[in-house]
């Protein structure tokens, strides 16, 4: 069972930028889609981006798109979340997570992802 670990949350003021990483903790299955997810006080949770570790193929929602970018470490198991012109609606718990899947077309089956990270802090003000 794979478990996942984020860090690089914080404060920033709007316009700013941070960049957020999660770490998977078992190397087993190597097929995965990796993603960011994020939610809001008083809001459901929303996608964000996602990755594939096999190839690097990337997915985002159309809220972060040209100012996110997800991308994977030297190692398949850690992705970062660079996050650019960040805004006062940026500000959230994000979570990263895993879907074992077998293509990259499936990282878009949001409620299908099956192990989650405690989450990080990000806001922005």
């Known amino acids: 069972h794979v478990q996942l670990v984020e860090s690089g949350g914080g404060s920033v003021q709007a316009g700013g930028s941070l960049r957020l990483s999660c770490v998977a903790s078992?190397?087993?299955?190597?097929?995965?889609?990796l993603a960011w997810f994020r939610q809001a006080p008083g809001k459901e949770r929303e996608e964000v981006a996602a990755?594939?570790?096999?190839?690097?193929?990337?997915v985002y929602a159309d809220s972060v798109r040209g100012r996110f970018t997800v991308s994977q470490g030297d190692r398949w198991y850690k992705i970062y979340l660079q996050m650019n012109n960040l805004a006062p609606v940026d500000t959230a718990m994000y979570y990263c997570?895993?879907?074992?899947?077998?293509?990259?077309?499936?990282?878009?089956?949001?409620?299908?992802?099956?192990?989650w990270g405690q989450g990080t802090q990000v806001t922005v003000s």
């Open positions: 997570a895993a879907l074992h899947s077998s293509s990259p077309n499936y990282c878009t089956r949001w409620n299908e992802y099956h192990a």
């Open positions: 990755i594939y570790s096999e190839d690097g193929t990337t």
């Open positions: 078992r190397a087993g299955y190597r097929k995965n889609c």
